[in-house]
């Protein structure tokens, strides 16, 4: 197979061991086993040093929905290039930011009139936080200074967004001691969503639930500025997929005790759950959205908080008031990923992006389905573009241990069979662009029956 690498490649690897710092990484890992060298990116494949082509089953991490290299996104971007590149956002505007904002809202809710920039998932998510806490003391609410969340959560690696995320594991639990008050309250799992559903009881256990959710917000209900939660799927948590009732009833307990409700869609926006946003098939509209990755295709950084007029009042006033939201990012509405992220939405309005999205999910959950019997494989389930479950030893039907590395190890060992997945701790999950082939999703999960341990 031919090399796509320079002929001083080694040089340049021991470049990145000497000064590259790789995210979610023990980079001691990398002494022994250095990162996969991608070259090129093109429809739903990544090309490796080495020649090899991979599907991209994971979006390059949530990310890429149209495909890589999409021309219609590479042509925007080139074009904006040549007239703008950025200027700040702070007493000017361009039209990029202008024309993203009309095209999106006519997408969103009534409610959710103002939108604010800002760079990533993370941030897009600290701006909603502060926004709901400003909001709430500038309305004389000065004892709403604690967040409510769902356990499980996550929603970025900013402090803020950590804080409000799940504490009781490896990646924040380090970080307690810095973080803003938040109560979690936890919320079951969708049995309708699993493709071998176990229904038994389950009636029971959703008015359990929403007993649950009632009592959480009698004892916190009060003191909460706002509670955030990713709509139908917690993706961290291992593409958890909950209940669209339980978000109904959070809405309504958000509107009882004067709480904010802030859903982010940065993972679950732009089709990834069959529909556009996962909020409509709840039929709930929040105080504030968050929206990032899957904005521009995947194409470039930028995000955005969506707010109600009721929460952008609040900070209307007089200078001297001392009401303005003073938040701000270098880059905020970057001309190019407005551009970019203009032309994405574009795609959705003059190609079938959606009723692709359909057919892929459609062949997802067929193949699944097939997975769903395999010795290694429990709790399969599946949602739009998004197919989940646990991986086992087979031997003993338990997890594999920890020190054993077997997500990573099965991670490298799919890549060699030209498909990019990265379990989430025993979670193995495929969530593809939306333009990817139904066909390439059936090898792809032919590829991971293979594979699995029997």
Known sequence: MASFLPPDWPARLALDRAHLWHPFTQMKEHEADPPVPVVAGEGCDLVLGDGRRVLDGISSWWTCLHGHGHPRLLGALERQGARLDHAMFAGFTHEPAIELAARLRRRLPPRLTRCFFSDDGSTSVEVALKMAFQAQLQRGQRDRTRFGALQGGYHGDTLGAVGV????????????PLLLACARVA???????????ELEGWEVRLEDARADLRAFFGEHGAHLAAFIAEPLVQGAAGMR?????LLQELRALCDAHGVYLILDEVMTGF???GTLFAHTQAGVDPDLLCLSKGLTGGLLPLALTW???????????DYTEGRAFLHGHSF??????CAVACASLSLFDEEPVLARAQELGTALRASWSGLAGHPAVRDARHLGCIAACRIVDPRTGAPHPPEARFPWRFHRKVLDHGLLVRPIGDCLYLLPPLATPPGRIREAVEVLGRLLPN
């Open 271 to 273: 089709g990834r759950t």
């Open 307 to 317: 707010a109600s007029e009721d929460i952008y009042q609040a900070f209307w006033g």
């Open 187 to 197: 919320v079951p799992e969708d049995p309708r969503r699993q493709v071998l559903p």
């Open 241 to 245: 997929m909950w209940p669209p009732e």
């Open 332 to 337: 905020t509405a970057n001309p190019l990923a």
């Open 165 to 176: 995320g799940e504490l009781d594991n490896f990646m924040t639990g380090i970080f307690r």
